[in-house]
């Protein structure tokens, strides 16, 4: 089952302006990841924040993660008509020793030039 | 290419039929995923393999689909008897094994199977 919870489902904005999407999960983890999936394609790693890790940035991509509230968010800054694609945050259970990643269901972002 | 590469990429079969997939992980990579993907949901987990060994099987793993990896190299995952509800995108994923790749997962295109 999903343990993720991603909002909002759905977000369109206009070129150069910011996304901001969020997720929610379950269980104590080591860390979250960030995915992009371009439509029908495969999914690829955006950025990975560990659990004793509250903010991380790369390039345009600022993620940030609060396990007393067990939520993430992607931003990603001055957006671009690439950057159309849906996004999905997985976690890494605390559990797991190198397995599965849990996936939340998407954030699915149309950006428009 | 050094990526995860996946054959077929599109599967069309009629109910009751055997398809089998094959996945070609990353060359360095030990660890192997397989997730399902149905439209509008995200990936959700199905089994893993390091090296030739499955350690984890989902409760969605009917016994209507087996996954190999007897090598530990490429994987095939085989679903028996397919019904209309198989349908969707298979993704396979591989990792390192070093702690420092902190379970990063390398994603290939996916084979996307439709049940008619």
């Known amino acids: 089952s999903q343990q993720g919870e991603e909002d909002p489902q759905a977000l369109s904005i206009q070129e150069g302006e910011n996304a901001t999407m969020n997720c929610s999960y379950k269980?104590?983890?080591?860390?979250l990841q960030w995915y992009r999936q371009n439509s029908g394609r495969g999914l690829v790693h955006l950025i990975l924040?560990?659990?004793?890790?509250r903010e991380k940035h790369s390039g345009r991509l600022r993620v940030t993660l609060d396990t007393s509230k067990k939520s993430s968010s992607l931003l990603i800054t001055a957006s671009r008509a690439a950057d159309t694609a849906s996004y999905f945050c997985?976690?890494?259970?605390?559990?797991?020793?190198?397995?599965?990643?849990?996936f939340g269901q998407g954030t699915e972002l149309s950006v428009k030039p | 290419d050094t990526g995860v590469s996946q054959d077929p990429r599109h599967k069309i079969t009629k109910r009751g039929q055997n398809v089998t997939f094959r996945c070609d992980p990353i060359?360095?990579?030990?660890?192997l995923y397989w997730y399902r993907q149905t439209l509008g949901q995200g990936p959700e987990f199905l089994t893993y393999?390091?090296?030739?060994?499955?350690?984890?099987k989902s409760r969605l793993l009917s016994d209507r689909f087996s996954a190999e990896r007897p090598k530990g190299s490429f994987s095939t995952l085989e679903i028996q008897r397919t019904e209309q509800g198989d349908s969707a995108m298979y993704l396979c994923?591989?990792?390192?094994?070093?702690?420092?790749?902190?379970?990063?997962?390398?994603f290939g295109p996916g084979t996307r199977l439709t049940v008619l």
């Open positions: 994923a591989s990792s390192g094994l070093r702690l420092s790749h902190n379970n990063e997962q390398f």
């Open positions: 269980t104590s983890i080591n860390n």
């Open positions: 924040i560990r659990s004793n890790e």
């Open positions: 997985a976690t890494d259970p605390d559990y797991n020793q190198g397995g599965k990643l849990i």
């Open positions: 060359s360095e990579h030990n660890r």
């Open positions: 393999f390091q090296n030739e060994a499955q350690l984890e």
